[in-house]
């Protein structure tokens, strides 16, 4: 039997050591490891959680398991413990201090639990079209992709409805109804140039509707994966694929176009800035190369990665990504700069080089973050210090202690901010139910608010 999360007492910095290890999957491995059989996760009367029972949810991990696992409340537990003369709350009020307590033997009951496991598989398809090369030798493609895939009425996925429309269906008219669009617009353009003989490349151009990407990233990795046992080193893509280029929501074009991965190549500022000129989109670039989004799956294997992206907003993966809140003409503009810059690789004698950047230190693991707080930060507004909001959730603390949407946050619990990464450390060293200070900078003045974090499950 284990508890849930980590110790509730320690100091924010030793939380954020322990949350790596907090994580069930690292529990169950650990369980494994010392001979359990099957695992009992409770949660404990210190931890105020909303459900004392983990969610079951979809792992998109597609792995098998030797551990039986369950979860059982707070009530079954202590049964199980009186039997060995234990108490639950005590034991927890004792762990959660510094120092760990031993763990014992759990003597003297029995529980009998009957798991049932129902192995699903489904199939998905990737939808892809080709433009061929029109003279030889043939040189690495183009790759340029969207997912058409989303999460449905959101059950089992990150659903960020409100309560009131859970279960409802999450039109995905910004993720990612917006990148595919744009891939087809693009994909016509370009042929309708090749057409007119008007783009006569040595390189192939393959446009990429991507399935499972909600469940992470499946159908372009299963691609890239296949593919690349196809190349001369079979770990790379290389020597196959000269860049990949991405639309992830770029249906709410309002202050910036954020370009992502521009790290990945050498190219890409003055590409970006050459075919921009014309346009004169307000583009953002960005240098990490580790997106949580298809591109992931080529830069991964060695191709240079460019993804546009219009920025996250309090619609995002809620029923309320509804396709009359896309900005059209903003669509189609960034449609014409990926046509352009696609335009300009496919033409391209050389080959774009390719840099392995080091993962982002401190890389916001969401997975593990246990305190809510009710914030959407604006995704990577690189030109400022602090974590800019571009909407607080209605009821959350964020929303009670007063923070709206445009404040910059540069402090949260003693803790300053630069970014993103900062905010999701500094957020898991948050203890829930503890009030704490967090800073904010609105129309040039720092404001003070007290914040009271809730759980996240
Ligand atoms: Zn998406």
Redesign the pocket.
């Known amino acids: 039997m284990v508890l849930r999360y980590l110790p509730e007492s320690v100091p924010g910095e030793f939380r954020q050591h322990l949350v790596n290890y907090a994580d069930l999957h690292y529990k169950a491995m650990l369980a494994r490891e010392k001979g359990a059989r099957g695992l009992l996760v409770v949660s404990g009367p210190n931890s105020r959680v909303r459900d004392q029972l983990v969610p079951l949810s979809f792992d998109a991990a597609l792995a098998g398991s030797s551990l039986g696992a369950i979860s059982i409340n707070d009530s079954v537990a202590e049964r199980l413990l009186a039997a060995a003369g234990r108490n639950l709350k005590e034991l927890q009020d004792a762990w959660d201090g510094q120092t760990p307590g031993p763990r014992f033997e759990l003597a003297g009951g029995t529980l009998e639990a009957h798991i049932q496991l129902k192995h699903q598989q489904a199939g998905a398809r990737n939808v892809l079209a080709r433009l061929p090369a029109t003279q030889g030798p043939q040189k690495p493609a183009i790759i340029i992709g969207a997912?058409l895939d989303?999460i449905g009425r959101g059950e089992g996925l990150n659903s960020l409805a409100r309560s009131g429309e859970q279960g409802q269906v999450h039109p995905?008219a910004d993720?990612?109804a917006s990148?595919v669009a744009a891939l087809l617009e693009i994909a016509q353009y370009l042929a309708d140039l090749r057409n007119r003989g008007e783009l006569d490349s040595p390189r192939e151009i393959i446009f990429a509707a991507w399935s499972g990407?909600?469940l992470g990233r499946l159908g372009s990795d299963h691609f890239a994966h296949t593919l690349a046992t196809r190349a001369t080193d079979g770990q790379s893509l290389a020597s196959l694929v000269a860049a990949y280029l991405n639309l992830?929501?770029v249906g709410r074009l309002d202050r910036s176009l954020y370009l992502q991965g521009v790290g990945s190549s050498s190219v890409w500022s003055g590409e970006i800035e050459r075919r921009n000129a014309p346009l004169g989109l307000p583009v953002v670039p960005q240098s990490d190369s580790y997106l949580?989004?298809d591109a992931t799956s080529f830069y991964l294997r060695g191709v240079p990665i460019l993804n546009a992206f219009t920025g996250a907003h309090p619609d995002y993966n809620t029923p309320r990504d509804t396709a009359e809140r896309i900005n059209y003409p903003g669509a189609a503009r960034i449609a014409r700069l990926m046509a352009l810059i696609t335009r300009s690789l496919a033409l391209a004698e050389n080959t774009p080089d390719y840099v392995a950047m080091a993962k982002p230190a401190g890389s916001p693991s969401r997975r593990n973050l246990r305190a809510y707080l009710g914030t959407i930060p604006e995704y990577g507004a690189s030109d400022i210090v602090g974590v800019k909001l571009a909407g607080v959730a209605k009821g959350g603390p964020a929303d009670k202690a007063g923070l709206n949407n445009g404040d910059l946050i540069v402090e949260l619990a003693g803790r300053k901010l630069e970014n993103v990464y900062d905010y999701t450390y500094a957020l898991n060293g948050l203890k829930i139910g503890q009030t704490v200070t967090i800073k904010v900078r609105r129309k040039g003045k720092v404001l003070e608010f007290s914040i009271t974090p809730a759980s996240r499950e």
């Open positions: 997912h989303h995905g993720d990612n990148g990407e909600e992830d929501m949580p989004t």
